[in-house]
């Protein structure tokens, strides 16, 4: 059986600003809709499901993320996870300038949750906290070249 990754989704509380700051990082809005209907309360199991969605793309054209705003049923708040809490961790993405990335990020109010780290003088690394309460990983290979 063949299979590949098709994206992460990621409930979010404010849309606009969740896209606002993935297009700052570099992704692209693929597509924006509204969903609902018997369909989508059969393929997420919620019943009277209804929710604005938007796909975003990695400039290279392999990651994806579909980002939503649910409208109905009512979003559920949660306390942000911490990187050691089981379930979904965070989204990880390459950047060619951390430094770079970190000053997009913090233009949204997302700041590193410790500091920068360099691991073993491959990557510099660091997890920011993003829309939402989602850990963003930002990775800068160093050994590139």
């Keep these: 059986m063949a299979i590949k990754l098709e994206n992460v989704g ?7 600003s969740a896209i606002a700051f993935f297009v700052d990082l570099g ?3 693929l597509g924006r809709d509204t969903v609902s209907g018997e369909w989508t309360d059969t393929a997420v199991g919620l019943d009277g499901n209804h929710a604005n969605i938007a796909m975003l793309q990695t400039p290279d054209g392999q990651g994806r993320l579909e980002l939503f705003e649910y409208i109905h049923p009512e979003a559920i708040k949660t306390t942000p996870t911490l990187p050691n809490e089981i379930g979904m961790h965070r989204v990880a993405f390459s950047v060619d300038d951390i430094d770079e990335a970190l ?3 913090a233009r949204h109010g997302c700041h590193p949750l410790r500091g920068v780290a360099n691991y073993q003088d491959i990557y510099k690394l ?6 939402s309460g989602i850990i963003v990983m930002l990775a ?3 050994t590139k070249g």
């Design 10 to 16: 990621i409930a979010v509380e404010d849309l606009e």
């Design 27 to 29: 992704l692209s809005v």
């Design 126 to 131: 660091t997890y920011v906290r993003g829309p």
């Design 103 to 105: 000053a997009v990020a």
């Design 140 to 142: 800068q290979e160093l």
